[in-house]
């Protein structure tokens, strides 16, 4: 299989530009810049892209690589960082630039360079840098440049090389997917044969080759990436899946119900299907606990032990099946070289104390978009295929601070409200217009913040919680902005927070985007 290499230096866009690859059909992984030169050619891959990264390229323990990773004879692109880190290497300069770029800036392009095909010859990019190449290393030539930068792409087609100053990767640089596309499909070579289809197809495949007779455990949750995996399961393996279904208390209001009517006997899918009803034993285990890294081991570890149990009680299992999205892995810390953001209960493997032979991770390379297509592919529902996400550890990374009955009730009953008002404004605006609003976001909640502030109602004081209100729009869920949801909207489901949901006197709207922020509060 055709693959293009993203070779991280602790860039904030990392998979970014890996989801970018993948929207040219083109499969994609990302490794740390300290992968071995050896296991990097062991692969063959089609192309590399080197990431942006925190650092300058010319200080001392700066991030970095070996001359002979651009002599390989594979083109290799770099993205900011990475453009910057390729001129130093072969014998370029890159220094402090005395004004920084950063946000939205006017670039002109020498379009005859293979890299701008079909590219206007003046457009916008996305500058982030406080460098810049001073000097071109020998054989490179400046295609691009903008009023403060003279070198803002460069390239040497005699050996394939390219580098681009600005992030061609985010939205903001309207055309950099055309200039990625350029890199991967016409410069490597790639065909595009990274489809879902396929994909579907040879994971059923490959799941009946190595499952054979054995049988398989899987930890559903009821959102989209466990559905989707127990979906691609089940048409592999049929009965020898069992599915675990382990309602921690912490899910939305009536989703633990919702998802045995789905998965349960009378649903779609052929599996055995458990339900483990196991509220209070959560409860006991984060009672006291605040810090949000604890509180996800804690929700992550019960599950593995739970697993365990009903894997006694159902005789021998063989794999145990997780959920896993390749988003996960990479904020967990494994395949690059960004800073771990935080770690996610299903990533990692197993503890040495569970007794399955290996774990099976169907959707471990896919984003969260592609795994929808891959439920499509399935002929999962589009109503569960295009549910909101959710977190593994559920509304415990939704309650800030300690984890009890009281405030799950809480934060079940704001998000009830809170999700029925917007669906309810966007399908207003959807029967009058014919078309979904422009604000209609694509992941709602709302979570409970930990402060505590005097209200009064009824003429009396009041001492009591405050809801944060989230809502975003993104096309990935790699960079989001905050959803402009009316004000009508966010007034009434104020007001109906404040007086149907006890506990609750103030309701705040978060505004943060993605980056800095994440989407979820913890």
Known sequence: MEKILVIDFGGQYNQLVARRVRECNVYC??????????????????????????????????????????????????LCYGAQLMS?????????????????????????????KGVMQHTVCWMSHFDYISKLAPGFKSVAWTANTPVAAMECTEKNLYGIQFHPEVLHTPEGSKM?????????GCSGSWRMDSFVENSIKEIREKVGNGRVLLALSGGVDSSVAAGILSKAIGKQ????????????KNEGDDVEKIFGPDGNFDLNFIRVNAQDRYFEKLAGVTEPERKRKIIGEEFINIFEEEAKKIGAVD????????????????????????????????????????IIEPLRNLFKDEVRQAGLELG?????VFRQPFPGPGLGVRIVGEVNADKVRIVQDADAIYREEVDKAAWDCYKKDGDWPTWKPDQ???????????????????????????????VDFM????????????????????????????????????????????
Request: with cysteine; glycine share 8%; hydrophobic share 40%.
């Open 29 to 78: 992984e990302i490794y740390s810049y300290k992968t071995p030169l050896d296991k990097i050619k062991a692969m063959e891959p089609k192309g590399i892209i080197l990431t942006g990264g925190p650092s300058s390229c010319y200080e001392e323990n700066a991030a970095t690589c070996s001359k002979e990773l651009f002599e390989l004879g594979i083109p290799v692109l770099g």
């Open 88 to 116: 130093h290497v072969l014998g370029g300069k890159v220094e402090r630039a005395s004004q920084r770029e950063y946000g939205k800036t006017e670039v002109d392009l020498d379009i005859s360079s293979p890299l701008f």
């Open 180 to 188: 990625l596309y350029n890199f991967v499909r016409n410069i490597c």
């Open 479 to 522: 960079t989001a902005e905050a959803a402009n949801i009316p004000w009508d909207t966010l007034q009434t489901v104020m007001s109906r927070i404040v007086n149907e949901v006890r506990g609750v006197n103030r309701v705040l709207f978060d505004i943060s985007s993605k980056p800095p922020g994440t989407i979820e509060l913890e």
């Open 444 to 474: 709602y909640f709302a979570a409970l913040s930990n402060m505590r502030s005097v209200g009064v109602m009824g003429d009396e004081r009041t001492y009591d919680y405050a809801i944060v209100l989230r809502a975003v729009r993104t």
């Open 241 to 252: 899946l069992t599915c675990v279904f382990v309602d921690h208390g912490l899910l939305r």
């Open 380 to 384: 999962i529902p589009e109503k569960l």
């Open 319 to 358: 794999f145990l099946a997780q959920g896993t999205i390749y988003p996960d892995v990479v904020e967990s810390g494994l395949g690059g070289e960004s800073a771990v953001i935080k770690s996610h209960h299903n990533v990692g493997g197993l503890p040495e104390h569970v007794d399955f032979k290996e």
